[in-house]
């Protein structure tokens, strides 16, 4: 059977606490050969792959007295009503909002406090369990997938308080059940509001594990630049306070930087159990536009030239005409199918009519058409919808489809270029790919899609989206600006880093997860 | 002529929060759970400061009935674009047996002591979902009214009003004085932001009970119970559609 050997070759992990009658781990010690049952039982598993070293898997040994014993013990933590094996449960506790096809936990529990995180934790490592935290499974990378099954600790459930707001200090602390829009909600009337929006209505948590960004990044910033503390609760249960116990001053020199290297860690280094994050002040005046330009070129042309004249832009997205399109059928619109920059300026009443006037006037230059504006929440609403509803737009151009989408990020400089190429790439593969991009960052989305039922276009969408993260690297960008690696893009963080660059990981990985627990086959490969 | 509006809002258990019942089942629990302004009175507040920034109003004076808590609420509009306030205070106690026609007997009287030319409310309340003020204030004043509003405009002779209908929006014409309530395709009102938050602070708001105003705040309606809605019974799983067919009948639901 194709990766048993591999399997063989490389059992490390066999933990003396299992009756030998746990037929997978009796092989990767070398006792048993594989009869049967266990050669189809480790096919299903999905133990094909060479990334995947199979742990005990629950669902198998459900019945079994280790089974059995971890569930009680689980349910000793957070309470019986907290555990669950449920089939639909566990299925959608696998499955994000991504293209990958995910694999179910064997186990979901929900704890209620970070104590009981600590301690389903220490118990996982007891047993030599995997553990996937969950928050709101908005991720687009399979960040939750739980490769090897294990127990899935859905920490939005139950701990969902916003435990303080510092209005004068411009800060709040959240549990992982808080979401962004729940956020905003609660402090809109201090006059408060976080910036960070990725689209969903992640929880604010799970923002930080995958270091989310959005719209408003060009101004406001990612969650890297929004986080000041995080409390994490690590595989063996400790709990640690990256920034400090309590701490939230705007800046300190004080020991290493703890709070960045859990910020998109994507789960693979410990479980966030609350975050510390900036709020900003509303604006006194919004304004939008929308306007149309003959080519890509011109539209980026005119993001370059206003960052230079450091507008502070709140706002800039480039839709393409293929994405106008699309968004022309699905909100009965009309504009024409060209690319357009939709655009926000934040600031005082004249802040904002200055930033206006020198923004139109350089799209002008540019050979940009009519510039459309707005001030009333209403009108701005109506005149973002179109941006607004492009993901369900792009999903709308072919029905039952799904998207693969591209996240990669370059040196504003290198935009154009780079977005020609791909565009005369997806043709060339016969793709459907709308295109939209914070183009203030970099940054851009291509929304390859594809027929789930058809292996081949899925192919040829991994290859586009492949190609364009390797130009990207090679322009000196990244291969995911915001959405994390999750599994799709481990092969293309090794060609970005190089291998010092993915041991120096694997090394600090090791360090602080020694037996691999924490969200497996996630990042990097292991060794 | 530059008109002078009273805005009415209510402080409201916020839309989010999950309601529990009272263990005396005579209300629902309010200590400790978060409130904010009724969302319809949002709207009002944002359609009063519309017309004062397109130069129809001059001043625009709101209105909370209710306990200490209530000056959030009217700091709140303050920081939206009212120029002052007018806390009416009503003891914690008796807000239970406080009710629209009490609401209504207040601002018809401040309406007629401020000599305002529109009074503005939100179309209903989410606690009690009365719909009931804005219709009463008007009668009390003989006033007409133009309720459910979805936009208002300045005429010569007064205000046209389209208002949202069973059947689709219908049109009407009004003198001044009226009385005006919003409904949720007025606008979409603006966010609280710190500046004006902070201006806030120094707006005047003055206090009075209704007794100043010679209102009597004897109840009219007695609450008897508050119930939460029955809850939901798990479903049967049937075998196959001649089991679903046969259970239909058994149950009433048909006949054939």
């Given at each position: 059977?194709?990766?048993?050997?591999?399997?063989?070759?490389?059992?490390?992990?066999?933990?003396?606490?299992?009756?030998?009658?746990?037929?997978?781990?009796?092989?990767?010690?070398?006792?048993?050969?594989?009869?049967?049952?266990?050669?189809?039982?480790?096919?299903?598993?999905?133990?094909?792959?060479?990334?995947?070293?199979?742990?005990?898997?629950?669902?198998?040994?459900?019945?079994?007295?280790?089974?059995?014993?971890?569930?009680?013990?689980?349910?000793?933590?957070?309470?019986?009503?907290?555990?669950?094996?449920?089939?639909?449960?566990?299925?959608?506790?696998?499955?994000?909002?991504?293209?990958?096809?995910?694999?179910?936990?064997?186990?979901?529990?929900?704890?209620?406090?970070?104590?009981?995180?600590?301690?389903?934790?220490?118990?996982?490592?007891?047993?030599?369990?995997?553990?996937?935290?969950?928050?709101?499974?908005?991720?687009?990378?399979?960040?939750?997938?739980?490769?090897?099954?294990?127990?899935?600790?859905?920490?939005?459930?139950?701990?969902?308080?916003?435990?303080?707001?510092?209005?004068?200090?411009?800060?709040?602390?959240?549990?992982?059940?808080?979401?962004?829009?729940?956020?905003?909600?609660?402090?809109?009337?201090?006059?408060?509001?976080?910036?960070?929006?990725?689209?969903?209505?992640?929880?604010?948590?799970?923002?930080?594990?995958?270091?989310?960004?959005?719209?408003?990044?060009?101004?406001?910033?990612?969650?890297?630049?929004?986080?000041?503390?995080?409390?994490?609760?690590?595989?063996?249960?400790?709990?640690?306070?990256?920034?400090?116990?309590?701490?939230?001053?705007?800046?300190?020199?004080?020991?290493?930087?703890l709070t960045s290297l859990f910020l998109g860690s994507e789960g693979t280094l410990g479980i966030i159990t609350s975050a510390t994050v900036c709020l900003h002040a509303i604006p006194e005046s919004v304004a939008a536009a929308v306007v149309g330009f003959p080519t890509v070129q011109n539209a980026v042309d005119t993001v370059v030239m206003t960052l230079q004249c450091s507008v502070p832009m709140a706002r800039m997205e480039l839709l393409d005409e293929v994405q106008m399109k699309a968004c022309n059928e699905y909100s009965g619109l009309s504009y024409p199918e060209t690319p357009h920059l939709f655009l926000e300026f934040h600031g005082s009443e004249s802040e904002v009519e200055s930033q206006t006037e020198t923004v139109r006037d350089i799209a002008a230059d540019n050979e940009g058409g009519e510039f459309q504006w707005a001030v009333q929440q209403e009108d701005r609403t109506k005149l973002w919808t179109a941006r607004h509803r492009a993901y369900y737009a792009d999903i709308a151009l072919r029905p039952g489809c799904r998207s693969l989408t591209t996240d990669v990020c370059v040196p504003v400089s290198a935009l154009p270029d780079l977005v020609t190429a791909t565009k005369a790439d997806i043709a060339e593969h016969g793709l459907v790919g709308p295109m939209v991009g914070h183009v203030g960052d970099g940054n851009f989305h291509t929304m390859l899609l594809f027929d789930p039922a058809d292996p081949e276009e899925f192919r040829k969408c991994k290859e586009v989206a492949n190609k364009m993260a390797r130009s990207a690297i090679a322009l000196g960008g990244t291969c995911t600006g915001e959405h994390g690696v999750g599994q799709g893009k481990m092969v293309l963080l090794e060609e970005q880093f190089g291998k010092d660059g993915i041991d120096v990981m694997r090394q600090i990985k090791g360090a602080l997860d020694p037996q691999q627990l924490m969200n497996p086959g996630k990042v990097f490969s292991r060794n | 002529m530059a008109l002078k509006v009273l805005v009415g809002c209510k402080r409201v258990i916020d839309y989010a929060v999950k309601i529990r019942i009272k263990p005396d089942k005579l209300g629902v629990v309010t200590e400790g759970v978060k409130h904010s302004m009724n969302p319809f009175d949002e709207i009002a507040v944002e359609e009063a400061v519309r017309m004062k920034e397109a130069k129809l109003v001059n001043e625009i004076i709101v209105v909370s009935c209710g306990p200490a808590q209530a000056m959030e609420t009217i700091r709140t509009a303050l920081a939206m674009g009212a120029d002052r306030g007018i806390h009416v205070e009503i003891p914690l106690g008796q807000m239970d047996t406080f009710q629209p026609l009490h609401v209504s007997k207040v601002l018809a009287k401040l309406a007629e002591k401020e000599k305002v030319d529109i009074v503005m409310l939100g179309k209903l309340a989410i606690d009690d979902d009365a719909n009931q003020t804005a219709q009463m204030t008007a009668s009390l004043l003989d006033w007409p009214q133009g309720v459910f509003a979805s936009k208002i405009d300045k005429t010569d002779a007064g205000l046209e009003i389209i208002r949202e209908v069973d059947g689709g929006l219908e049109t009407i014409r009004t003198t001044l004085p009226a009385v005006l309530s919003a409904d949720l395709r007025l606008n979409e009102p603006r966010y609280a932001t710190l500046p004006n938050i902070m201006k806030a602070k120094k707006k005047k708001v003055v206090k009075m009970k209704p007794a100043d105003l010679g209102v009597d705040m004897a109840p009219r309606i007695q609450v008897v119970s508050v119930e939460d809605p029955p809850v939901r019974e798990a479903g049967q799983t049937v075998s196959d559609v001649d089991d679903l067919v046969a259970k239909l009948k058994d149950k009433g639901f048909s006949s054939a």
């Open positions: 059977m194709r990766g048993l050997p591999q399997l063989l070759s490389r059992a490390k992990r066999v933990r003396v606490g299992f009756s030998a009658s746990e037929p997978v781990l009796a092989i990767q010690a070398g006792i048993l050969q594989p009869d049967k049952f266990t050669q189809t039982f480790v096919q299903l598993r999905g133990l094909q792959s060479s990334n995947v070293i199979s742990q005990a898997p629950l669902a198998a040994v459900a019945d079994t007295d280790s089974g059995k014993q971890l569930r009680q013990e689980l349910e000793t933590i957070v309470g019986p009503g907290n555990v669950s094996s449920g089939e639909s449960v566990v299925l959608q506790h696998g499955q994000d909002e991504g293209p990958h096809q995910g694999k179910s936990p064997d186990i979901v529990v929900f704890p209620s406090s970070t104590e009981e995180v600590s301690e389903i934790c220490k118990i996982c490592t007891k047993h030599n369990i995997p553990i996937i935290p969950y928050g709101t499974g908005t991720g687009l990378e399979g960040g939750i997938s739980a490769v090897d099954g294990g127990v899935c600790v859905n920490v939005s459930k139950n701990m969902n308080k916003i435990l303080q707001i510092h209005q004068e200090d411009f800060s709040a602390v959240v549990q992982p059940g808080i979401s962004r829009e729940m956020l905003n909600q609660e402090v809109r009337a201090d006059g408060l509001w976080f910036p960070v929006d990725p689209g969903a209505d992640a929880s604010v948590c799970g923002m930080c594990a995958t270091g989310a960004s959005g719209t408003n990044a060009v101004r406001y910033g990612t969650m890297k630049e929004n986080c000041l503390n995080l409390e994490v609760v690590l595989a063996d249960g400790r709990i640690i306070h990256t920034a400090g116990i309590g701490s939230r001053p705007k800046k300190s020199s004080a020991g290493y930087n | -």
